[in-house]
C-alpha cells in the first residue's frame, strides 16, 4: 500500500517560515509528479505547486517568490519551504504523489498563519 505523510505544519507569526515534509512510502518506483495542494476554510482545495521527477516546478501565483517545492527522489520525500508567510496561507496542507497513473493523497497537515 502506498501511503504518504505529512508533517511540519503549525502555527507561525506573519513572515515567518516552515517546512512541511512529505514522505511516501509502500513503492519501490520514483513517483512521477509530486506536489502540495491547501484547503482553507469554505474554499475548494487548490493546488500549491507540485515537482516532476526531474525536479521541473509549477507553482501557484499567490505563492511565487515565497515557497518553494523540493524532492529526494530517493527517499520519496517531497518538500515545501514556506517563506514570508501570510495569514492568508492558512489551511490544511495535502500531499499527493501520482505513481504508475495512480494518484495517493497524506492526511494532511494543519499551517496557522497569525497577523
Known amino acids: 500500500q502506498v501511503q504518504l505523510v505529512e508533517s511540519g505544519g503549525g502555527l507561525v507569526q506573519a513572515g515567518g517560515s516552515l517546512r512541511l515534509s512529505c514522505e511516501a512510502s509502500?513503492?519501490?518506483?520514483?513517483?512521477?509528479?509530486m506536489a502540495w495542494y491547501r484547503q482553507a476554510p469554505g474554499n475548494q482545495r487548490e493546488l500549491v505547486a507540485d515537482i516532476s521527477r526531474r525536479d521541473t516546478t509549477t507553482y501557484a501565483d499567490s505563492v511565487k517568490g515565497r515557497f518553494t517545492i523540493s524532492r529526494d527522489n530517493a527517499k520519496n520525500t517531497v518538500y515545501l519551504q514556506m517563506n514570508s508567510l501570510k495569514p492568508e496561507d492558512t489551511a490544511v496542507y495535502y500531499c499527493n504523489g501520482v505513481v504508475d497513473g495512480h494518484g495517493y493523497w497524506g492526511q494532511g497537515t494543519q499551517v496557522t498563519v497569525s497577523s
Open positions: 509502500g513503492t519501490t518506483f520514483t513517483f512521477r509528479l
